[in-house]
């Protein structure tokens, strides 16, 4: 019995002298182990603003509340079998309900709270995306419930600039991630870091004082300011989809870009979504998540003769009083290319010419300019080459280069078939010839501004001189043209005001037969508001109208922006100008 006890004594001698030197240091680690947590201090996301601030997307941090409740009857009952005054679990249930209803108001329902209380559930969330002053007022004085952080993604706008702005889902984790658009572009910036600490938790879950240590604040995403007119925008989204369904093209879009700067003011797409409703929701119903604008290039028809005349112009080729023989007909490159409407020989002037929109006068022009030159005139105006906007997807068009022309190319392009351009190429051209003739490439984003106020321009490309000065401010008077009587867009006109631009008309192809339709068309009109004193760069594109006056349904549309610009910025009028002559009497 003694050399029994005297072993048992030995053992526990150096079971103790083990735990107190060697394996004491384990068991410490061990023990901080468990009751160590490492938590992350998420950031917040950054904003999405329009080029006056105001805002276009912003995070919301809210609460999920949420609860063990088969966990909290057990400890209710525990508590009242060790004291009759505390309450019963239904006596907490019914106070829990009604300070739900105190704080929350209409938007919780008492007879669901209830039963997610009473029920043998582990966990449960009871109400998700719950502001944080509500939510710490609830979980004060009822510790139990959980609040759980959680990143809204609000669009105060709903569907304003979706196109452009895009979208965002939330990972695993719960982070906010874009998926296109601005969102997607700018995810990295947008994002910020996220900080973390280091604690130590008691075993009822709460921090043990004087533990918090290693702390890491993180650094919320950058804002990201756009240089959209968020009530131009507007705006033109409406009248977009309006032309759109009053036309019954199977699709629009339409760019509106500062004249000088060539900074995008407003970019709009039918059937466009509101991302505050949800992706999925969206598509079941059909929306285009895409942005057609700089994603699906058409072929311009028409409104692309801007390009031939400048290049004459530039060249010393002609003049806007020159007066031409145009027959009705041509035959240029082995094929035959006829005006719009029958005519016999008509004298026209250079500036008839594109203000009647003849292809046969554009093509005898053409032939002055040259194939080379003209080539070289389409890559400095920014055709077939992307602009380099700050959206994923975009599309450089299509330019056959000059050595794989064959056939009636050459017969094609200077009217513009054969060639394509987004919405955003083809209001690029205009912009051309609105700032005396230097190309600005197209930018959407100002600059991005981080937390701390710093502010990062985006860089710029320099602008390119395209044409001379002189050049530009012949075309822009010459194109006045298009939109008085007799032009081939008086829709487009605004009383007391220059407006320069030019209607398109352009055959799409017909899969039966692969070749040009008869039926279907892009309907094209771009514009420069006012002619004389540029402000504004409008461009637009209806893709098969089946209603109204065929080559006609954009214009309007033009006026109808023009119109409401001119009303917002109270743009002065033009100086009276005489009408352009068409043609010679």
């Given at each position: ?24 240091t ?6 901080e ?12 996301r ?9 805002p ?41 309900v ?30 998700r ?22 990143d ?50 008691a ?11 290693n702390?890491?604040?993180?650094r ?33 879009s ?17 059937n ?25 290039p ?23 009083e ?12 082995g ?26 006068g ?6 002055r ?5 003209f ?24 330019v ?5 022309w ?13 060639l394509s351009?987004t ?33 990062t ?10 044409v ?8 822009r008077?010459m ?9 081939t867009?008086?829709q487009a ?7 320069s ?7 799409q ?6 070749c040009?339709s ?20 409008i ?47």
């Amino acid at each position: 019995m003694r050399t029994a006890l005297v072993l048992i004594l030995v053992v526990a001698l150096v079971k103790l002298l083990w735990v107190q030197t060697v394996g004491g240091t384990e068991l410490a680690a061990r023990a901080e182990s468990q009751r160590q947590v490492q938590e992350v201090l998420p950031a917040t996301r950054g904003s999405i603003i329009d080029v006056a601030g105001e805002p276009i997307a912003f995070t919301r941090e809210a609460r999920d509340l949420s609860i063990q409740p088969h966990v909290e009857a057990e400890n209710a009952k525990a508590r009242r079998e060790l004291d009759s005054t505390k309450p019963t679990w239904d006596e907490l249930v019914e106070d829990i309900v009604d300070e739900f209803e105190t704080v929350l108001g209409d938007s919780v329902d008492r007879e669901e709270i209830e039963a997610k209380l009473t029920s043998d559930a582990g966990f449960t969330y009871l109400v998700r995306n719950v502001d944080v002053t509500q939510a710490n007022a609830i979980t004060k004085k009822f510790p139990m419930i959980g609040a759980e952080r959680v990143d809204i993604r609000e669009y105060p706008g709903g569907a304003l600039a979706a196109n452009v702005v895009g979208a965002t889902t939330k990972s695993d984790e719960g982070k906010l991630i874009g998926l296109q658009g601005i969102e997607a572009f700018f995810n990295d910036a947008l994002d910020g870091e996220d900080g973390k600490q280091t604690f130590d938790r008691a075993q009822d879950n709460t921090v043990i004082p004087g533990t918090l240590r290693n702390v890491t604040e993180p650094r919320d995403g950058d804002t990201v300011r756009l240089t959209l007119d968020a009530d131009l925008q507007w705006y033109v989204q409406k009248a977009i989809q309006s032309a759109k369904d009053s036309s019954g093209a199977e699709n629009a879009s339409a760019v509106v870009l500062d004249a000088k700067t060539g900074e995008v003011r407003a970019m709009a797409n039918d059937n466009t979504f509101n991302p505050a409703v949800g992706i999925g929701k969206e598509l079941e119903r059909g929306a285009d998540l895409g942005n057609p604008a700089v994603t699906t290039p058409f072929e311009p028809g028409s409104v692309q003769k801007i390009i031939t005349a400048a290049a004459a112009i530039e060249a010393g080729l002609t003049d806007p009083e020159e007066v031409h023989s145009v027959d009705g007909s041509i035959s240029m490159e082995g094929v035959t290319v006829s005006d719009a409407w029958q005519h016999g020989p008509e004298a026209y002037t250079t500036a008839g010419i594109f203000g009647k929109s003849s292809n046969v006068g554009t093509l005898m022009l053409a032939q002055r300019v040259g194939k080379s030159a003209f080539s070289e005139y389409l890559d400095k105006f920014g055709l077939g080459q992307r602009t380099g906007i700050a959206l994923a997807g975009e599309s450089e068009g299509l330019v056959p280069d000059l050595q794989n022309w064959q056939g009636g190319t050459f017969a094609n392009l200077p009217i513009g078939q054969g060639l394509s351009m987004t919405t955003l190429q083809m209001a690029g051209i205009y912009q051309t010839i609105a700032n005396d003739g230097v190309r600005v490439p197209p930018r959407i984003v100002a600059e991005t501004v981080g937390p701390d106020g710093q502010s990062t321009k985006v860089e710029r490309p320099e602008g390119e001189r395209v044409v001379s000065e002189q050049t530009a401010r012949t075309v822009r008077d010459m194109f006045r043209g298009v939109t008085q009587s007799g032009g081939t867009g008086p829709q487009a006109a605004v009383a007391g005001y220059q407006i320069s631009g030019k209607t398109g008309t352009a055959q799409q192809i017909d899969p039966g037969c692969s070749c040009y339709s008869n039926s279907r068309y892009w309907i094209t009109f771009s514009g420069i508001l006012p002619a004389d004193d540029p402000r504004y760069v409008i461009a637009i594109m209806l893709d098969a109208p089946s209603r109204g006056v065929l080559g006609a349904s954009a214009a309007p549309l033009f006026h109808d922006i023009a119109s409401w610009l001119i009303n917002r910025d109270n743009i002065p009028p033009s100086a009276p100008a005489e009408d352009v002559v068409l043609q010679a009497r």
